[in-house]
Every structure is written in structure tokens, then in C-alpha cells.
């Protein structure tokens, strides 16, 4: 069971790696909630999963994202995870920088009745902005 539940956490990964949003419909619940520190709302449902990872995809073409370790229990999925890319398009206001950048982090996500019904993920955000130049690195 726990395999299973690992193997949907990985076509989450894939959606975002890959840019194929049809992979969204076989495996969010239409009650989906997405809890992401960055953001001042959560995210709802199937179409705001894929508008989220669209959104990803329109600022870094080349998104990469490698599973570095997943942990399952109960309806439970943790997956640790690396992205990777170039910030071609505008992310959430920042205009394209051509930097490459890389930045890591957890998400925590519960799986019923084979579809993810809720996520919560934790990511290095302040390091990608640095990155990117949008804030000063630390002296």
C-alpha cells in the first residue's frame, strides 16, 4: 500500500517536472487543498494544482524536480524533494532574471481512496529569491 501511495506522490512530481497537466485530473481530489508558506491563500482543487504548476513552468521552461527520498505511512506520503531551472518568465511579479537556480523542500501529502487530497509542502523560497537577485545574499 505504502508504494502505491508513493508512486501518486511521484506523478505529482512528474506534473511539474514534465508540464503534462493532464496527469492533475488522475490524481487530485476535486476538494484538494495545497498549503504553501509563499502563498497568502491555499490552493483549491484540481485546476488550481495545475495553475500552480503552469505557473512554475512558465518561469523556469526547464523545471526539473528529483525526489531525493519518500517516507509512507497511513495515508501519509513525505517526499523530499530538488528543483532545478532557468527563470526564463515571470514568476509572481519578478521579471526573468536567465539564472539558473536550485532549491529544495518537503512536502507532506495525504492520499485517499488513490487521489491526494491535501498537501503541505515547505521550500527554500528565500533561497531561490537569492539566487534569482531579487534580495541580497547574507554578508
Same mark, same amino acid.
Given at each position: 500500500?505504502?508504494?502505491?501511495?508513493? %508512486?501518486?506522490?511521484?506523478?505529482?512530481?512528474? !506534473?511539474?517536472?514534465?508540464?503534462?497537466?493532464?496527469? %492533475?485530473?488522475?490524481?487530485?481530489?476535486?476538494?484538494?487543498?495545497?498549503? =504553501?508558506?509563499?502563498?497568502?491563500?491555499?490552493?483549491?482543487?484540481?485546476?488550481?494544482?495545475?495553475?500552480?504548476? %503552469?505557473?512554475?513552468?512558465? %518561469?523556469?521552461? =526547464?523545471?526539473?524536480?528529483?525526489?531525493?527520498?519518500?517516507?509512507?505511512?497511513?495515508?501519509?506520503?513525505?517526499?523530499?524533494?530538488?528543483?532545478?531551472?532557468?527563470?526564463?518568465?515571470?514568476?509572481?511579479?519578478?521579471?526573468?532574471?536567465?539564472?539558473?537556480?536550485?532549491?529544495?523542500?518537503?512536502?507532506?501529502?495525504?492520499?485517499?481512496?488513490?487521489?491526494?487530497?491535501?498537501?503541505?509542502?515547505?521550500? =527554500?523560497?528565500?533561497?531561490? !529569491?537569492?539566487?534569482?537577485?531579487?534580495?541580497?545574499?547574507?554578508?
Amino acid at each position: 500500500m505504502s508504494e502505491d501511495l508513493k %508512486a501518486i506522490a511521484r506523478r505529482e512530481v512528474e !506534473m511539474f517536472s514534465t508540464g503534462d497537466f493532464s496527469i %492533475a485530473a488522475e490524481i487530485y481530489s476535486e476538494d484538494y487543498v495545497a498549503h =504553501d508558506p509563499t502563498k497568502p491563500e491555499p490552493i483549491r482543487g484540481i485546476e488550481g494544482a495545475k495553475e500552480e504548476a %503552469a505557473g512554475y513552468r512558465a %518561469a523556469f521552461p =526547464d523545471l526539473q524536480l528529483t525526489i531525493e527520498q519518500q517516507v509512507a505511512e497511513g495515508e501519509y506520503v513525505v517526499t523530499r524533494w530538488t528543483a532545478r531551472g532557468t527563470h526564463e518568465g515571470d514568476l509572481e511579479g519578478l521579471a526573468p532574471t536567465g539564472r539558473s537556480a536550485t532549491t529544495s523542500g518537503i512536502s507532506v501529502t495525504r492520499i485517499v481512496d488513490g487521489k491526494i487530497v491535501e498537501d503541505h509542502t515547505e521550500w =527554500d523560497a528565500l533561497g531561490l !529569491m537569492t539566487q534569482l537577485g531579487a534580495i541580497p545574499a547574507p554578508a
